[in-house]
């Protein structure tokens, strides 16, 4: 068995950072798929065993099952070595671009993915709002993003690892990235990073028609 084992499925974005990071440091881990369309996060089971908040992803290590993907990425960052804060001054900024994205940026087009693409909802007053204000998160990183190759300046940190979770999700996402060109090359640096991978190629997914 792998030092590592993250529960996680393709679909997953927040799943994606912890996997990402795992793939760029080279650490030996495996995938376990979780049946999130079938309720797997809501049983009893997995709840007492793995997290009580119902949630992918779960990292295991060293005896410890880790969840929340930024406490993930926080915990690998400092066993690692890689993709941390220099300085307390660069853990502030880490930390404040993480907020971000779990509060702006991942929550709002997590959730307007999730109702176009698997809800299928349609549009709605709820995926208009959330599309909006996806793309004010989206313009916020942009704005960042001109004349930085990184979030914090000119190297890679689980901020950026973090931020782009859910951005490698394509036509999927349903709002024009191609609208946002200094975060478009952003992500063109990552995916040029040894070891980056596409979600779907490093976490198992739902077979299809299920």
């Known amino acids: 068995m792998a030092d590592y084992r993250l529960w996680c499925m393709g679909e997953s974005g927040n799943a994606y950072k912890a996997a990402l990071m795992l793939e760029l440091c080279g650490l030996p881990w495996e ?29 295991e290590h060293d005896g410890k099952h880790l969840t929340q993907s930024g406490v ?5 960052a400092t066993l690692t070595g890689r993709f941390g804060a220099h300085d307390e001054d ?17 929550a709002s087009l997590a959730t307007l993915r999730y109702l176009i693409q698997f809800a299928k909802t349609g549009e709605t007053p709820v995926t208009e709002f959330l599309r909006a204000r996806a793309v004010n998160a989206l313009k916020i990183v942009d704005h960042h993003m001109e004349g930085r190759s990184f979030v914090l300046g000119e190297r890679c940190t689980i901020a950026d690892l973090s931020m782009v979770g859910y951005l490698y999700y394509g036509d999927e996402l349903t709002v024009p990235l191609a ?29 299809k028609g299920r």
């Open 31 to 59: 995938p376990v798929w979780v049946d999130f369309f079938h309720g797997e996060t809501r049983t009893t089971d997995f709840r007492a065993k793995l997290n009580e908040m119902g949630e992918v992803p779960v990292l």
């Open 72 to 76: 993930i990425l926080d915990y690998l």
């Open 90 to 106: 660069e853990r502030r900024e880490i930390w404040r671009w993480i907020l971000f994205d779990n509060h702006k940026l991942t």
């Open 179 to 207: 609208d946002f060109p200094h975060m478009a090359a952003w992500l063109q640096r990552i995916k040029a990073m040894p070891g980056w991978k596409h979600p779907y190629e490093l976490m198992p997914s739902a077979p």
